[in-house]
């Protein structure tokens, strides 16, 4: 199982736009499990994204993986 982590924290507009790129890695690296790491303001974005399977907020302090 590939596993892929990805880390924006910007603006919520990139993060919108940068979900662009899930499915083609689903696609490439299958199987995989997609975990993304944003700010708590871009959050809402990405809830329910069929592609993700973790979603954590910066300011979380637990540990990923945990």
């Known amino acids: 199982m590939n596993k892929i982590l990805v880390v924006k924290l910007a ?9 662009s790129i899930l499915p083609g890695l689903k696609e490439k690296y299958s199987p995989v499990e997609i975990d993304w790491i944003t700010v708590s303001t871009s959050r809402g974005v990405l809830l329910n994204n069929p592609y993700l399977h973790n979603l954590f907020n ?7 993986g945990a």
Not at 11 to 19: E, F, H, S, Y
Not at 58 to 64: F, G, P, S, V
């Open 11 to 19: 603006a919520i507009g990139d993060v919108l736009r940068t979900t």
């Open 58 to 64: 910066r300011e979380q302090r637990k540990e990923l």
